[in-house]
């Protein structure tokens, strides 16, 4: 499947919306798939555990550290990551797939994966979604479904910071007020 990446100037369909854990991207995602059909969703694999909310194969491909790492090993990501202590990749064969239908392609990757997608596909488009202010970050991380320990809200309202620093990867950044 390399053919994926020798041939990414055929791929000129891809969305990479990015923020901080909390900053609402993949709500605002979800109102971009309902508000327009021509707009695909690329799923990601990921090893965290699956919220009330989600479905295996709509949010994420739930899969084990065993099946990730062996995918990982067989070469079937584009790209892939660590992201607070659980592993998420994107699959060679979630773009090829969907990027056959000559629809817009909306991958949700933290920075990591849009910095790696970016040298795949330089000509994608990169949005970075952010919250009005770090305070307002923390109360989304408070309120979030599935209760967090202060540790663990610190090291992503630390992680937040990071990624905030690199908004220049990104064609477009978007605050997110709601």
Known sequence: MNDLISGSDKVNNIMVVSGPSGCGKSTLIHMLLKKNPELFFAVSHTTRSRRHSERNGRD???????????????NQFLEWARVHSHH??????EIRQKSEQNKMLILDLDVQGARSMKKIF???IFIFVIPPSIQELEKRLLNR?????????NRRLSVARDELSQYELYNYVVINEH
């Open 122 to 124: 330089p000509r994608a």
């Open 88 to 93: 998420y990749g994107t699959s060679r064969e």
């Open 60 to 74: 994420y491909y739930f899969v084990s550290e065993q099946e990730f790492f062996w995918m990982k090993e067989e």
């Open 145 to 153: 479904q599935g209760k967090r320990d202060q540790s663990e809200i």
